[in-house]
């Protein structure tokens, strides 16, 4: 495998239809203001390097990047390639990732509006999170130890798992189908409409109006805190551990709940039941 170390890069596509090599303490920055330093490459490996040049990497198959740095001008860092693993990296881009499919991310701090759109497969871990419309319309995914911040989080996703995750996001999971929450904080506005076969496990939910117009809906043993007009027009199994402040028109299904604020049921099609019940005791 060809190695390169301690070089800086700052003409056109720098490194085009690069093959097996590895990439050591580099610069891809300076006047040149050049863009695409390895797009359509293979079997790369990037160790310790800054990348502070547009569209780094699109294209590849094969490509490892690990305790790097994508600054905010390295925008569009990584389209339509495969086979991506990412980890102790910052990517501070706009749109750093896109079109990809295979990806393992782990320890990675994210600060990119709109990344993650039309991914497959990917995994991440441990990593925190910055940005709007967070892996919109992506699918076969699994989180593990997220921290997110931002607005439109995980609209459209698809065939999805996050464990021990914290997301402050408002408009999040809107039409999102066969997901499933576990052991996770969930905070913002508006959460999950129009969403399909949605679980959510062991979670704490916090927020007004949420999990509204909802299909297939599930809740195991959550804790709903500040919300209020849940489950307007929702399909829901609902099992709760704390009191909630509202409820409204639920249209089928069950919401255990130990105590509700108010429970409101103004259209013939509320036919959902909602159940008064001491949690500790399991009874009614």
């Given at each position: 495998m060809e190695m390169i170390i301690n070089q800086t890069f700052d003409e056109e596509r720098a490194l085009y239809g690069a093959r097996g090599i590895t990439v050591k303490t580099c610069r891809f920055d300076g006047p040149a203001d050049g863009e695409s330093a390895f797009k359509e490459g293979?079997?790369?490996?990037?160790?310790?390097?800054?990348?502070?040049?547009?569209?780094?990497?699109?294209?590849?198959?094969?490509?490892?990047?690990?305790?790097?740095?994508?600054?905010?001008?390295?925008?569009?860092?990584?389209?339509?390639?495969?086979?991506?693993?990412?980890?102790?990296?910052?990517?501070?881009?706009?749109?750093?990732?896109?079109?990809?499919?295979?990806?393992?991310?782990?320890?990675?701090?994210?600060?990119?509006?709109?990344?993650?759109?039309?991914?497959?497969?990917?995994?991440?871990?441990?990593?925190?999170?910055?940005?709007?419309?967070?892996?919109?319309?992506?699918?076969?995914?699994?989180?593990?130890?997220?921290?997110?911040?931002?607005?439109?989080?995980?609209?459209y996703i698809q065939e999805a798992l996050f464990e021990n995750c914290e997301f402050d996001t408002k408009d999040a999971f809107w039409h999102a189908k066969n997901v499933t929450v576990r052991n996770s904080t969930v905070k913002g506005e508006y959460l999950a409409w129009y969403c399909e076969n949605v679980t959510f496990e062991n979670c704490r939910i916090i927020g007004t109006q949420p999990l509204c117009y909802c299909k297939g809906l599930k809740l195991v043993n959550c804790e709903m805190l500040d919300t209020d007009l849940s489950f307007e027009r929702s399909q829901v199994e609902a099992t709760l551990t704390a009191p909630i402040v509202s409820i409204k028109n639920p249209l089928s299904g069950h919401i255990y709940v130990p105590e509700a604020g108010e429970i409101i049921l103004d259209i013939p099609e509320a036919k959902g039941e909602i159940v008064i019940r001491d949690p500790k005791c399991n009874c009614a």
């Open positions: 293979s079997d790369i490996v990037v160790e310790d390097c800054f990348f502070n040049l547009r569209y780094p990497f699109w294209h590849d198959d094969g490509l490892k990047i690990v305790r790097s740095e994508m600054t905010e001008l390295c925008r569009a860092a990584l389209w339509y390639s495969e086979g991506i693993e990412i980890a102790d990296t910052r990517l501070h881009g706009i749109k750093a990732l896109r079109e990809c499919s295979r990806v393992k991310m782990e320890g990675c701090d994210i600060i990119s509006p709109e990344f993650g759109w039309f991914v497959k497969e990917i995994e991440m871990r441990d990593c925190t999170v910055q940005g709007e419309y967070f892996m919109m319309r992506s699918g076969q995914m699994h989180f593990d130890g997220v921290r997110l911040k931002g607005k439109y989080s995980f609209q």
